[in-house]
């Protein structure tokens, strides 16, 4: 066997020199295995992992050694950060003792907030919690936005995760879509805004050994969904302009191009109807090679969203591949067809062996992948992942979740919270903030939490105030992972909207919704003393607020609508297009003038 030049790993030499020397010793396996990112799960207490059959993940035997990947996706709920940093450890010192020990590349999903949906976003577990990317467009703060991104590079990299997933630049203009909490709203200028000081607080002014890469989705703009259906799911492939603002869309990622965004990942939907190929975005050359390379200029990494090439199973339900417009061809043809649109690699996706045999049959030129090596591995170099592959197990334990990160959290969970109705009592004052302990009625909210502020009762009827908490509404769908992602109707079901008026009209009530989705609040504006929205906050932090600890700060970041028939006469790719909205973007009262 021919000896191996060691000179890649040469900290002193041009990092473009190192990657030319690397590259030039990979073997096509070695290549093709660069092309996949996918799921891995830590084993428990830190070992690697055996596999997870639920969703159908091999060992990790398999995929480094024997698949020879070294990019990997951490899904499910991290574990305590010492552990999570053992198990990062055990995984590049396995990926060291292949032929060239090539570096782990670890990406996660946000994983700072309160949503838990393995396909989208992760709960916070050992990191610091805030609230969602539409929670921090309430605040419309870049400076806060940045140093939230700098506090999650510094839990990210102190266990080993070094390119994020996000952030999600999409405009939330279909008030149906399950993915708009994890945006900056429907405003083009602030999401623009807020997009690019979220990456300079991941990536720092320019990327380096410190950083967190940053992956921009969903390019050119994933929220003009047909019905608002989401397109992990055949029914939600469609995306439509019937508003003809497909070049609004885009301005956001100009934002994050300016900034200096590693990574970008477009969307699954399928454009219909505006002259472009109808298909999936990765699958189209006009897209990825015409309007983000060459007429944005981007240079970087372009990874697929997941699973766009074999089918698969999760949670025990059949998951086709997201192949919109190209289900007919075969996955070796959906792989030779995101290769000429442009892409560098394919996300969710661990099949190496067709890649090889694209190329082994003449269908793919060797030359094509080294296009795409060279930007994977030179952002490899680039992160000091050869020269620094192993993180601090105790340090780790220090920074993740360090106390002044979860106050930052805290305090900006508090100051998102968004106040819509504050009605006045019969002697003229308020109803909030309300004074420390009244006797409190509870619906959604911890009654522990709730009796540092007051007195937990039972009935309604022995009660000064009720605090109710809900979640916007959301239609179940037949498979398990689907009603993770929460679509149709935005109207609370009869029966809740009964309960809410029945307790309303025992005792004065302060109604608190979580707005992952923009819920239609009209039943409840007329009955209840007090009406909040929030996108991500704990109990601690609504009770704060209601009680004057802290001040509500949020500004609506979208229109909420006043009934679904707005909402379906909404135009879906125009911001603010459902009529006679019941509050409006920007609408936020306060308890001081």
């Given at each position: ?230 397109p992990h799911f055949a029914h939600g492939r469609e995306q439509v302009y019937p ?298 932090a609504l009770l704060d607020v209601l009680t004057g600890a802290a001040e509500p ?41």
């Amino acid at each position: 066997m021919t000896s191996i030049d060691t000179r890649f790993r040469d900290a002193s030499l041009p990092i473009d020199r190192r990657v030319e020397i690397l590259l030039g010793q990979l073997t096509l396996v070695e290549k093709a295995g660069l092309f996949f990112q996918t799921m891995m799960l830590p084993g428990p207490d830190g070992t690697l992992s055996p596999g997870n059959p639920a969703f159908g993940l091999p060992s990790t035997e398999e995929y480094v050694h024997v698949r020879a990947m070294n990019h990997f996706n951490l899904l499910g709920a991290a574990p305590e950060a010492g552990e999570l940093a053992r198990w990062h450890n055990r995984l590049q010192e396995y990926a060291a003792s292949t032929r060239l020990g090539i570096p782990v590349t670890l990406s996660t999903d946000p994983r700072h907030t309160y949503a838990d949906n393995p396909g989208a976003a992760l709960a916070s577990g050992s990191f610091s919690a805030w609230p969602e990317p539409l929670g921090l467009a309430a605040l419309r703060d870049e400076a806060l936005v940045e140093r939230f991104g700098d506090i999650a590079r510094q839990e990210y990299t102190a266990v080993g995760i070094r390119l994020a997933l996000h952030p999600q630049v999409d405009l939330a203009t279909e008030p149906r879509w399950s993915r708009q909490v994890q945006t900056f709203g429907e405003d083009v200028e602030l999401a623009g805004r807020l997009g690019a000081a979220y990456i300079r607080g991941f990536q720092g002014a320019v990327l380096g050994r410190d950083s967190v890469a940053a992956m921009v989705k969903h390019f050119p703009g994933g929220g003009p969904q047909l019905d608002g259906e989401d397109p992990h799911f055949a029914h939600g492939r469609e995306q439509v302009y019937p508003g003809g603002q497909f070049e609004l869309h885009l301005q956001p990622f100009e934002a994050a191009f300016a900034a200096g965004v590693s990574q970008v990942m477009p969307y699954y939907g399928m454009p219909v109807g505006i002259g472009l190929e109808e298909v999936g975005f990765s699958f189209s050359k006009e897209v990825v090679t015409g309007l983000l390379r060459e007429r944005f200029g981007f240079d970087g990494i372009v990874c697929t969203d997941w699973g766009l090439i074999t089918d698969s199973h999760i949670l025990g339900d059949p998951f086709p591949a997201r192949a919109w417009g190209v289900e007919h061809l075969t996955p070796s043809e959906r792989m030779a067809k995101l290769l000429d649109a442009g892409v560098d690699q394919f996300g969710g996706e661990a099949c190496p062996e067709l890649l090889v045999e694209l190329v082994t049959s003449g269908e793919v030129a060797e030359e094509r992948l080294d296009v795409s090596a060279r930007r994977l591995l030179r952002e490899k170099f680039v992160l000091g992942l050869f020269d620094r592959p192993y993180v601090d197990v105790e340090r780790a334990r220090q920074v993740v979740g360090a106390p002044e990160f979860r106050a930052a959290g805290a305090a900006a969970q508090r100051a998102s919270l968004t106040l819509l109705v504050n009605a006045t009592a019969a002697d003229g004052a308020p109803t909030l903030p309300f004074a420390a302990g009244l006797k409190l009625y509870l619906e959604g909210v911890d009654a522990d939490v709730a009796a540092a502020y007051g007195t937990v009762v039972a009935d309604p009827a022995e009660a000064d105030l009720a605090v109710l908490r809900l979640q916007a509404p959301w239609e179940e769908r037949p498979t398990a992972f689907e009603n993770f992602f929460h679509s149709g109707s935005l109207d609370f079901p009869p029966e809740v909207v009964a309960r809410v008026l029945e307790v309303a009209a025992e005792v004065p009530t302060v109604l608190d919704v979580f707005c992952d989705r923009p819920a239609i609040l009209t039943p409840f504006v007329d009955a209840v003393a007090a009406l909040i929205v929030n996108f991500g906050a704990s109990d601690d932090a609504l009770l704060d607020v209601l009680t004057g600890a802290a001040e509500p700060q949020g500004r609506l970041p979208i229109d909420l609508p006043r009934s679904m028939a707005a909402v379906a006469a909404n135009r879906p790719d125009v911001p603010f297009d459902t009529a006679d909205p019941l509050f409006r973007f920007g609408d936020g009262l306060r308890y001081r003038p």
